[in-house]
């Protein structure tokens, strides 16, 4: 899987529209390693990274895929079930698929100033409180950092991660690469 860290450092993911899903959970996938969560997130030392899927059952296929038998900082990443948005608070990446962008505004404030990544795949998921929005500009998928979002919850972004993204800071683009 290290292959997909280089890959996505070098080159942001193209995407057709039948690979969409496919490359979100890639970028859900190397987000591990670009994030710093604080310490208060974990009980120990070797507690998993916890992802949870809310939709998408293509990407939360792909993604468990991905994350099977695979470690960062020497923390196990794991896909948790998710059966209601309530019992979010868990975990430390939260997806969120367009098909919610109705009630992502409603989420995303129960997990203001908590350490959950929250991503999500709507245009405006960024604009509505929501950390990172992985988002379509012409045939690739980039994302689109709220660095207030991010700063408000604890959690660090690597300045690698940062270089690839469009940041947001107050509603307004302050840099797109």
Same mark, same amino acid.
């Given at each position: 899987?290290?292959?997909?860290?280089?890959?996505?450092?070098?080159?942001?993911?193209?995407?057709?529209?039948?690979?969409?899903?496919?490359?979100?959970?890639?970028?859900?996938?190397?987000?591990?390693?670009?994030?710093?969560?604080?310490?208060?997130?974990?009980?120990? @030392? #070797?507690? %998993?990274?916890?992802?949870?899927?809310? +939709?998408?059952?293509?990407?939360? =296929?792909?993604?468990?895929? /991905?994350?099977?038998?695979?470690?960062?900082?020497?923390?196990?990443?794991?896909?948790?079930?998710?059966?209601?948005?309530?019992?979010?608070?868990?975990?430390?990446?939260?997806?969120?698929?367009?098909?919610?962008?109705?009630?992502?505004?409603?989420?995303?404030?129960?997990?203001?100033?908590?350490?959950?990544?929250?991503?999500?795949?709507? @245009? #405006?998921? %960024?604009?509505?409180?929501?950390?990172? +929005?992985?988002?379509?500009?012409? =045939?690739?998928?980039?994302? /689109?950092?709220?660095?207030?979002?991010?700063?408000?919850?604890?959690?660090?972004?690597?300045?690698?991660?940062?270089?690839?993204?469009?940041?947001?800071?107050?509603?307004?683009?302050?840099?797109?690469?």
């Amino acid at each position: 899987m290290r292959l997909c860290l280089v890959l996505f450092l070098i080159n942001p993911v193209h995407a057709d529209s039948s690979s969409i899903p496919e490359v979100r959970a890639l970028y859900l996938y190397n987000f591990s390693m670009f994030i710093h969560w604080p310490d208060k997130a974990f009980p120990t @030392r #070797n507690s %998993p990274i916890r992802y949870c899927v809310l +939709g998408g059952r293509v990407l939360r =296929r792909t993604l468990a895929r /991905l994350l099977e038998n695979e470690t960062v900082k020497g923390r196990p990443l794991v896909l948790e079930p998710l059966e209601t948005p309530i019992d979010a608070s868990h975990c430390h990446l939260l997806y969120m698929d367009d098909t919610l962008a109705d009630n992502e505004g409603q989420l995303i404030t129960a997990l203001e100033n908590q350490p959950v990544l929250t991503v999500g795949a709507s @245009r #405006n998921f %960024p604009h509505n409180g929501g950390m990172i +929005g992985l988002v379509r500009k012409g =045939r690739r998928i980039r994302p /689109l950092v709220n660095m207030k979002a991010v700063e408000r919850s604890g959690i660090r972004i690597s300045s690698k991660l940062l270089q690839l993204s469009t940041l947001l800071k107050d509603d307004e683009v302050v840099k797109s690469p």
